[in-house]
């Protein structure tokens, strides 16, 4: 089920500022209670094709423990992207629920 929405999780988690890969894997599965607990395989990679298609930048920051570690932060398409991901994902939530409720016909 995660097909499909990895990039918008990995945004969101970076909504509320910059962050280190492990921070990011920690964040998804402490905010979805455990349901994503994502390995770095998963993770890096997208983290590399959101930030090629200019939807997060990253910097290189050595913290006072010495290990160096990339930092990626939303830019300002990031944040457009995400905003649109949250309207396309709400508009298709509700019509899946709609569908397995049996309910009335969701407007096209």
Same mark, same amino acid.
């Given at each position: 089920?995660?097909?499909?929405?990895?990039?918008?999780?990995? +945004? =969101?988690?970076?909504?509320?500022? $910059?962050?280190? @890969?492990?921070?990011?894997?920690?964040?998804?599965?402490? &905010? %979805? !209670?455990?349901?994503?607990?994502?390995?770095?395989?998963?993770?890096?990679?997208?983290?590399?094709?959101?930030?090629?298609?200019?939807? +997060? =930048?990253?910097?290189?920051?050595? $913290?006072?423990? @010495?290990?160096?570690?990339?930092?990626?932060?939303?830019? &300002? %398409? !990031?944040?457009?992207?995400?905003?649109?991901?949250?309207?396309?994902?709400?508009?298709?939530?509700?019509?899946?629920?709609?569908?397995?409720?049996?309910?009335?016909?969701?407007?096209?």
């Amino acid at each position: 089920m995660l097909k499909g929405h990895l990039d918008a999780i990995v +945004l =969101a988690a970076l909504e509320g500022g $910059p962050a280190h @890969g492990y921070a990011i894997i920690e964040a998804i599965k402490r &905010r %979805s !209670g455990s349901t994503f607990d994502l390995p770095e395989g998963t993770v890096y990679p997208a983290l590399h094709r959101l930030e090629q298609a200019g939807l +997060l =930048a990253s910097t290189w920051m050595t $913290p006072p423990s @010495g290990r160096k570690r990339r930092v990626y932060s939303l830019t &300002r %398409s !990031g944040t457009a992207a995400l905003a649109d991901r949250r309207r396309a994902w709400s508009r298709f939530s509700q019509a899946v629920e709609t569908l397995l409720k049996g309910g009335h016909t969701w407007p096209a």
